[in-house]
């Protein structure tokens, strides 16, 4: 049983035909860079996002465009309202918004909130979550495994690790690894990364924030030098966050 039990937990990913590794492209914030540069240089390539969204950040005329982006089978998820962080600082009206200040109780409850923003724009009564900040811990409090455990959203992505998913086992949904592209990166790194995504054939995370402006940008050079490199490499599906994550999850 033992001897059982050790080879299913390294079993490889059984990719769709043709597959040999997934990227999951995602970008946070939802910076308009993303509405002006990313979308479109996405959707010469046929390939689909996923868009973490923070609800403080929407405008009345952001949620048509959000909308478009979802009709186009991009992904939108969640990123919380207020962006609540360590260091956060008080809001216009003096609250407190750094996670010291929220409770196990707020905290789940904001999410849940913006997971209805988010379906008031596509419709869909299931996100993913990506921790502000990559912290994951409201007034002391885990609040990421609870989140996943109550169904409130699916997956829930970290940050700053090049962990490569090679097996189904691998898979915890409140705690997915993401590569962070910083600012002054070249498009060398990523496909670095990439390709040593390609070369376990597991899945692999980019996190983003503005391409060509905004902030803790990307050049848009660089960005679309890379989404040209995965064209040229049609042995990778390039999906959203949530479709490549349960697909894997099914393979347990």
Request: net charge negative; hydrophobic share 40%.
């Amino acid at each position: 049983m033992l001897y059982c039990f050790s080879l299913c937990a390294m079993a490889q990913i059984q990719w769709p035909a043709g597959k040999k590794a997934a990227i999951m492209l995602t970008y946070d914030d939802g910076c308009h860079t993303q509405l002006e540069n990313v979308i479109p240089a996405l959707n010469e390539h046929g390939f689909k996002g996923t868009f973490f969204l923070m609800g403080c950040y929407l405008t009345e005329q952001d949620i048509p465009q959000w909308h478009r982006v979802s009709q186009q089978g991009h992904e939108l998820g969640n990123h919380t309202i207020y962006h609540a962080c360590n260091d956060s600082k008080a809001d216009t009206l003096g609250h407190c918004r750094a996670l010291n200040c929220y409770t196990l109780e707020e905290m789940l409850n904001e999410i849940k909130i913006m997971n209805g923003f988010l379906s008031a724009i596509d419709g869909k009564s299931q996100h993913s979550f990506a921790y502000p900040c990559g912290q994951h811990k409201a007034g002391g409090e885990e609040y990421g495994v609870p989140m996943i455990q109550q169904g409130i959203c699916n997956f829930a992505r970290m940050t700053d690790s090049e962990e490569v998913i090679t097996s189904p086992s691998q898979v915890n949904p409140a705690n997915i690894p993401s590569f962070t592209a910083l600012p002054g990166y070249k498009a060398s790194q990523m496909i670095a990364f990439i390709e040593k995504v390609l070369a376990h054939g597991g899945a692999g995370v980019i996190l983003f924030h503005g391409i060509g402006g905004d902030w803790l940008s990307v050049d848009t050079t660089e960005h679309q030098q890379m989404l040209d490199y995965l064209a040229a490499h049609p042995e990778i599906w390039v999906g959203t966050f949530s479709d490549v994550l349960s697909f894997i999850q099914q393979q347990k």
